[in-house]
């Protein structure tokens, strides 16, 4: 049945029930609801863009972007970026989708946590870095109108949401805070995870074995 939220439509086709039913299984209310919000904001700010988007790559894109997260992959020493951009990819891989079509979705979750970049990328990277600014940092906030935020937030709530998501963030990553090096979770490790010391880009410059 055709879903549409704050004039946005979910495409109604095997692939998204698929990933829909399987994230559903995977992922908590919090991760859920937000990666289902990261969709329509992000489909909203392709409207707003003007921008052409393949909204059934966008929903993968969004619905896989935080999978890293969850405890399935809590021993990665991965970016939890890459292990839900893997998981996405040899998902659509395993459903007959291209292997352009798939890298597009890759590439989306892989840099969502990497600024400044995604944005200058096709609409279906593009938006998914859109979408999670909106929700998470609130940076397109005042680009969605009230009537649309009140609509993704009544059919996907957010309650708590800054405490909830930023445990999540330290959850997916404290095993791993190598991993953080060079993007935003190392701000998130530096305040919830006791003891940790970010790597040095300088230092391991001035540190290399090169003697000049």
């Known amino acids: 049945m055709t879903e549409t939220i704050a004039g946005v439509t979910i495409p109604d086709t095997a692939l998204v029930r698929d990933i829909t039913e399987y994230i559903r299984t995977q992922e908590n209310d919090l991760l859920f609801h937000h990666s289902r919000r990261v969709f329509l904001f992000g489909a909203l700010m392709g409207q707003r863009r003007g921008l052409d988007v ?3 790559l966008l929903y993968a894109g969004a619905m896989f972007h935080d999978l890293g997260l969850t405890d399935a992959f809590h021993d990665s020493k991965l970016r939890f970026e ?23 979705v890759w590439t989306g979750i ?3 946590t990497t600024p400044n970049v995604p944005e200058f990328m096709i609409p279906e990277v ?54 953080t090096f060079g ?13 940790y010391q970010r790597e040095d880009f300088v230092q391991i410059i001035l540190d290399s074995p090169w003697g000049e």
């Open 54 to 56: 393949d909204l059934e």
């Open 82 to 104: 890459v292990d839900g951009a893997n998981a996405a990819r040899d998902f659509l891989t395993e459903r007959g989708i291209d292997a352009d079509r798939a890298t597009a």
């Open 110 to 112: 892989a840099l969502h």
């Open 126 to 179: 593009a938006l998914v870095t859109a979408g999670v600014e909106t929700d998470v940092l609130g940076i397109w906030y005042h680009q969605v109108t009230d009537a649309e935020r009140a609509d993704v937030t009544s059919a996907h709530p957010r309650p708590d949401f800054k405490k909830q998501i930023l445990a999540a963030f330290t959850e997916g990553n404290v095993r791993r805070p190598e991993s």
């Open 183 to 195: 993007n935003v979770n190392a701000d998130v490790l530096a305040h919830y995870m006791p003891g």
